[in-house]
């Protein structure tokens, strides 16, 4: 026979097991940040300053640099209702030019602990991306303006946004992103921003 006390000891051992794979979850989380944040200040600074990734930042904000905030709003608006890549030429010209095949090949090196990584202009809108994205502006969005608009002699912290932990449904993936400053070298002013997606169970030790 089934005794209540031996269910309540089933129990406590039960309890035990879920909040230590709790806990060994969160540690495993945390240290993955730590990861992405020491990744941050090195390689994804690196990949930042790339030549291919200014020149085509340079060239972007030079031919957006007369666009209204309604023309901005205009374009990533005929994103989004593009039903499918062959409609979206917008998106097309960004998922094909020299600075996105850098993108991708980012991505594939790092056996699939990147999950996206996409170049915006100093309007908030994309340059380059290695994979689609939904929305065209990120103008918006805390990854564009806290990287674009920070200072360094102000603000305190560091130059780069990491978000929070996000399930992506899509790829059944955990993932984090991590944002940073693009610097013009001549000038060191910001010019745009880089975006990182990172598959948190998949990220190389």
Not at 8 to 36: H, P, R
Not at 75 to 82: F, G, H, Q, S, V
Not at 140 to 159: C, I, Q
Request: charged letters at 25%; proline letters at 3%; glycine letters at 6%.
């Amino acid at each position: 026979m089934f005794r209540k006390s031996t269910f309540l000891k089933l129990s406590v051992v039960a309890c035990t097991t879920v909040f230590s794979l709790i806990s060994a979850n969160a540690w495993a989380m945390e240290e993955q940040l730590k990861k992405i944040d020491a990744y941050a200040k090195g390689e994804l600074s690196e990949w930042a300053s790339h030549p291919l990734v200014i020149e085509a930042v340079r060239k972007q904000n030079e031919e957006h640099a007369s666009l209204s905030f309604e023309h901005v709003v205009s374009l990533d608006n005929t994103w989004r209702d593009a039903k499918s890549e062959e409609e979206n030429k917008a998106l097309a010209a960004r998922l094909h030019n020299k600075a996105a095949a850098f993108l991708k090949g980012l991505q594939v090196a790092s056996h699939l602990g990147i999950t996206e990584v996409f170049v915006v202009d100093n309007r908030g809108l994309n340059v380059a991306q290695s994979t689609p994205t939904s929305d065209f502006w990120q103008g918006d969005e805390d990854k564009w303006l806290y990287p674009y608009y920070h200072d360094a002699e102000v603000d305190k912290g560091t130059p780069y946004d990491i978000s929070d932990i996000d399930y992506d449904s899509s790829t059944g993936a955990i993932q984090v992103q991590a944002s940073l400053p693009i610097k013009d070298p001549d000038t060191g002013d910001t010019i745009g921003t880089i975006t990182f997606g990172f598959n948190l169970g998949k990220l190389a030790s």
